[in-house]
């Protein structure tokens, strides 16, 4: 544990370092140590690195060696415009020197998919823990001596450009291959993966890539619906910079951006001061600055939110905006008071004249201004787990104020809400019916589901199986639902390069992207997941117009086994697999 907690201040320390920018600070990170002890029996077998093919379902664990080779040659199958993903792993018995990953082209006759779209990063590893003691879930207050703590391989380090690997430990390496949507024939693309050791070759890797005659839209062009929240005040606080300032933003560039090429389509703004009452490490201040001046009057001010949301549109995500909340966590609404130069609270609940006016005001000087800058479309006014009462109680109100609002919540089914609701998103664990989902669609209302600290699977924690977070698109397909909403893409903890718990929920649980705009071996999973619900989207609707009534039963066919009750039995890697293999008929 004296070794675990140097650790842990040195990247305190790396943090606090003057005379670095923060993007360098970012990039000198050493992982924790490995609670496991190696068991030095285990690499008595190796006596010489073995660098194999591996498996993107498999976090790899670093003390042990992996010595099979039953892949010669990775194969994998993908439709143009379509990005996948392989892994493969070093195990070495030796100290390995300034170790560097080259990908060259893959060729096919004339045509190449360009080594510019390969992206490899060494997977780094991370602490996390496991499920609650009774299996069900993380949800809770977590004190770390009571969970099991291991590092597993999750960060994708794409940052870091060479790596030295300590002898007697396995280091994954994870490769992400964009097949371009133009210019490419269908057929197989070869290329050679090279693994060097200061310079010198030490391993060779076949790669081959077919290419199928079928075109996956762009990102920004994709049905699915996904929500993943984001959280600029952690990037702020991670690098010590001031909210909102160019260097804020330069910094958060490249994790929205990543959001964006995964076909994020919601801009999470915060209109309130903390409206989940401060649950993340680092709390969600107001981007709206609400003052009831001396004379009485009230004055907000949009500068913050018009920054952030034209921010995260030059990103990419521009299909909608959802404002927290009218109704948080707790029911006290922070503003600055003029005449006494003091923030002050007001208390008041849904339902009560006094809240009715305090957000009436607030919501028509919203309105004119969202209308000016042409958002009040794309704008919802957001809900986050609220009960029948308080939601009936707030639509009156905003509908008072507007009644063209939209408006949305993630949060559990009720069925007097699916009128009111543009976009509504509730748990795995509840459904809503087909008829209600048709309705939905032709209304052109956006219908999706998530998952929290609730599910212990499917899930994206960091002890969770990979298969799992590809699970997730898949079953939005098998229910037709829009798509998929998770709370947290960057909320990070204290150290998120180092360690992925947090007090109150599992690890991992608070983010999906790193800083640096490191991605996840999760994160790449949800992404084939969200690949694999527009093959099907596109399948459906080219067979519902040819009338092809077997193409369509096929389809559903393949999508049968999914089920989240079956997990346990039945890994989510074995449903995911046979499916993919199913689908790559087409």
């Not at 390496?173 to 024939?185: A, Q």
């Not at 997730?472 to 229910?479: F, R, T, Y």
């Not at 599992?506 to 983010?511: A, K």
Request: with cysteine; glycine share 6%.
């Amino acid at each position: 544990m004296k070794e675990m907690k140097k650790y842990l201040m040195m990247g305190a320390l790396l943090l606090t370092m003057t005379g670095m920018k923060a993007q360098e600070v970012s990039e000198l990170y050493q992982e924790l140590p490995n609670p496991v002890a190696t068991d030095a029996s285990r690499w008595a077998i190796i006596s010489t690195p073995k660098i194999v093919w591996g498996s993107t379902d498999v976090r790899y664990e670093k003390e042990i060696p992996v010595v099979n080779a039953p892949i010669q040659v990775m194969s994998l199958t993908a439709w143009k415009g379509e990005k996948v993903s392989a892994q493969f792993v070093i195990s070495t018995n030796r100290d390995l020197k300034n170790v560097s990953v080259e990908v060259n082209d893959l060729v096919a006759k004339n045509y190449k998919i360009s080594k510019w779209n390969i992206q490899r990063g060494f997977v780094r590893y991370v602490m996390t823990d496991e499920l609650n003691k009774d299996g069900k879930g993380t949800c809770g207050y977590r004190n770390n001596a009571d969970f099991d703590s291991t590092l597993v391989a999750d960060v994708i380090d794409h940052v870091t450009p060479t790596l030295d690997i300590k002898a007697n430990t396995t280091q994954p390496v994870w490769l992400s291959i964009k097949v371009p949507s133009e210019n490419i024939i269908k057929g197989r693309y070869n290329g050679v993966v090279t693994v060097k050791e200061d310079g010198k070759v030490i391993a060779e890797l076949p790669l081959m890539v077919t290419v199928k005659n079928r075109t996956l839209p762009e990102p920004s062009e994709w049905a699915f619906h996904l929500d993943l929240w984001q959280n600029p005040y952690s990037v702020a606080r991670y690098y010590k910079v001031e909210p909102f300032s160019q260097e804020h933003f330069d910094l958060m560039r490249p994790i929205m951006k990543r959001y964006a090429d995964a076909g994020g389509k919601v801009i999470t703004a915060s209109i309130m001061h903390k409206p989940w009452n401060g649950q993340t490490y680092d709390h969600f201040e107001s981007m709206v600055t609400w003052m009831k001046k001396a004379d009485g009057t009230w004055d907000f001010d949009f500068a913050v939110f018009d920054m952030w949301v034209e921010f995260m549109m030059s990103c990419g995500v521009k299909k909608e905006i959802n404002c927290y909340s009218m109704v948080p966590w707790r029911l006290s609404f922070q503003y600055f008071d003029q005449a006494s130069n003091t923030f002050k609270f007001f208390n008041g609940k849904p339902g009560e004249p006094a809240y009715e006016e305090f957000w009436t005001r607030m919501l028509k000087a919203f309105a004119k201004h969202l209308k000016e800058k042409g958002w009040f479309e794309i704008t919802h006014i957001a809900m986050d787990e609220r009960g029948l009462k308080d939601m009936l109680a707030t639509i009156d109100v905003v509908k008072k104020a507007d009644q063209d609002f939209k408006l949305s919540l993630a949060g559990t089914y009720h069925k007097e809400l699916l009128e009111h609701l543009d976009d509504y998103c509730i748990t795995l664990a509840e459904k809503f019916t087909p008829e209600e989902i048709a309705q939905r669609k032709a209304d052109g209302k956006v219908t999706t589901y998530y998952t929290c600290c609730t599910e212990p699977r499917p899930n994206t924690f960091t002890f969770s199986p990979l298969a799992e977070a590809e699970w997730l698109g898949w079953w939005a397909a098998k229910i037709n639902v829009d798509g998929y909403l998770r709370w947290a893409l960057n909320s990070w903890v204290k150290n998120p390069l180092l360690d992925s718990r947090f007090s109150a929920w599992g690890g991992g649980d608070c983010y999906l992207l790193y800083p640096g705009g490191r991605s996840s071996t999760r994160f790449e999973r949800l992404i084939e997941g969200i690949q694999a619900y527009e093959k099907i989207r596109i399948l459906r609707e080219e067979f519902t117009k040819k009338g092809n009534k077997s193409g369509l039963k096929q389809i559903d066919k393949i999508l049968e086994p999914f089920n989240e009750f079956n997990l346990v039995e039945v890994p989510a890697s074995t449903v995911v697999n046979r499916a993919k293999q199913s689908l790559s008929r087409y």
